[in-house]
């Protein structure tokens, strides 16, 4: 009896040392696999988008307002992005209005310090092997002080921003736009400058450089009838075949904003030849791009 008690008394210890050793090391297993998942799941972030086929049409309207700003973009093929920007006490924060604003969210943090590790990563590209990718900047108020700031803060960033020496292009993997409230003469005075200016319909017909102005944007309704349903007249088309014809001559490319966001809209930019389409649905544009 008394043999048999001690050997009860000795073995539920033991059991129970056992039990709670397996749950203890269960539970760091757990946390180890949720660790690697976090961090692979950061990793992956940070990766050139290697498998993703890059579209040169795809621009993100109000890039920002996604769920990963840039990043989301990037993994859905985007060569073009928008960010909104004001300035804030030196630091450029990204939102469309300034009740939005958070100190958070620069347009370091947000775009530049994610673009330099991609290109990083990529070999000097976004994409291994891609082209060079757009970062609309549109300025939403105080453009001569804005434009100061972002040049300050481009110039960190020499081995990603293309460069415009005396008129000459060194292109790098970006090229940044300023749209919005642009400054035309701080910008066009600078004879090392880090971003060009984008251009209006009204300057179809300007001389301005096209490395001085890169890119013609403009809104849909202002100048076409067409909603995105059914087919678009035969007026209107010559009409926008005429305007890509006049960019192009130029050496600029062509955006339009405030499109009918729908396949039947992309298809119609694609088939007129506008160079980038503008949309909120980056799954949807990159579906159809890739069809």
């Known amino acids: 009896m008394t043999n048999k008690a001690s050997a009860s008394k000795i073995q539920l210890p033991l059991q129970t040392k056992y039990r709670v050793s397996a749950i203890a090391a269960s539970r760091t297993a757990g946390l180890l696999i949720l660790s690697c ?15 993703i086929a890059p579209l040169r049409q795809a621009h993100a309207h109000n890039d920002y307002l996604h769920d990963r700003p840039l990043l989301d973009a990037l993994d859905h093929g985007f060569c073009s992005v928008e960010a909104d920007v004001f300035l804030v006490d030196g630091e450029l924060l990204v939102a469309h209005s300034r009740s939005e604003l958070s100190p958070d969210r620069t347009l370091k943090r947000l775009y530049l310090d994610p ?50 020496r ?29 971003a060009g200016l984008d251009g209006r319909l009204s300057d179809l017909d300007s001389d301005m450089p096209a490395h001085l102005m890169p890119m013609i944007s403009d809104r849909w309704g202002k100048h076409f009838k067409w909603r995105g349903e059914g087919e678009m007249s035969g007026e209107e088309q010559a009409k926008l075949a005429a305007i890509v014809a006049k960019v192009h001559a ?42």
Do not use: C
């Open 166 to 194: 005396d008129g000459q292009r060194t292109e790098k993997a970006v090229n940044v736009v300023i749209s919005g409230d642009r400054p035309f003469a701080a910008v066009a005075s600078d004879k090392e400058r880090l």
């Open 37 to 51: 998942s976090a961090m692979l799941h950061i990793a992956n972030a940070d990766q050139p988008a290697t498998e």
């Open 115 to 164: 673009l330099r590790e991609r290109v990083q990563r990529g070999g000097g590209r976004v994409y291994l092997g891609g082209p060079v990718v757009t970062l609309l900047i549109d300025f939403k108020a105080d453009g001569a002080a804005t434009y100061a700031a972002l040049d300050k803060l481009l110039s960190q960033y020499p081995d990603v921003i293309s460069v415009i």
């Open 250 to 291: 130029k050496g600029r490319v062509l955006r339009v904003w405030a499109i009918p966001d729908n396949p039947r809209s992309w298809r119609a930019m694609q088939a007129a030849g506008v160079d980038l389409i503008n949309t909120d649905d980056l799954k949807g544009l990159s579906q159809m791009l890739q069809e």
